[in-house]
T-cell receptor, first 109, second 114 residues
């Protein structure tokens, strides 16, 4: 079966750095996405990785290792507004997105 | 403002009733999707449409139907609602011609079936 694993919840301190991991087992791979979802709102696109390596976008970076079936989202200089759920999704061989259950990130002052 | 709109924002529905959730996008995206999101689970694909006039079944299509008469609209119909269809429903769209084919989401409809 297809599976996306992420930690259920993480806690970090304002101003710090946090890494949210995602491991996947899917039938095929056509890209990996990270989305942010604030409580009661829609998911919003953060990053896309299709090749191995690190993609940096401001305070957020996303890393992919296809051979290990592994990705992480790195958030730097954490702000209170970064408190949200972070969703990992992989596009499979059928070109459909398979979603993880999300990681709830709690930022403490 | 370009984007995706959904209606209604929320709805309480008696079991057995018919309900249509509306979704409209003005980005001229060729592909559209319907997901449901339940606590503790990832987003699950209900139905999708790669282009106007075509639709396909996702992971959890039973009890739902869709149509795609034009590029902009993609309504989701529950023919006879059941309590297990209580969920938050998100519509999304994407440009299949774009390399990443990133999906963009509407604000969601919170549906409660009693």
């Amino acid at each position: 079966g297809q599976n996306i694993d992420q930690p259920t919840e993480m806690t970090a301190t304002e101003g710090a750095i946090v890494q949210i991991n995602c491991t996947y087992q899917t039938s095929g791979f056509n890209g990996l996405f990270w989305y942010q979802q604030h409580a009661g709102e829609a998911p919003t696109f953060l990053s896309y990785n299709v090749l191995d390596g690190l993609e940096e976008k401001g305070r957020f970076s996303s890393f992919l290792s296809r051979s290990k079936g592994y990705s992480y989202l790195l958030l730097k200089e954490l702000q209170m507004k970064d408190s949200a759920s972070y969703l990992c999704a992989v596009r499979d061989s059928n070109y459909q997105l398979i979603w993880g259950a999300g990681t709830k990130l709690i930022i403490k002052p | 403002i370009a984007g995706i709109t959904q209606a209604p924002t929320s709805q309480i529905l008696a079991a057995g009733r018919r309900m249509t959730l509306r979704c409209t996008q003005d980005m001229r995206h060729n592909a559209m999707y319907w997901y449901r999101q339940d606590l503790g689970l990832g987003l699950r694909l209900i139905h999708y449409s790669n282009t106007a006039g075509t639709t396909g079944k996702g992971e959890v299509p039973d009890g739902y139907s869709v149509s795609r008469a034009n590029t902009d609209d993609f309504p989701l119909t529950l023919a006879s609602a059941v309590p297990s269809q209580t969920s938050v429903y998100f519509c999304a769209s994407s440009d299949r011609g774009e390399e990443s084919d990133t999906q963009y989401f509407g604000p969601g409809t919170r549906l409660t079936v009693l």
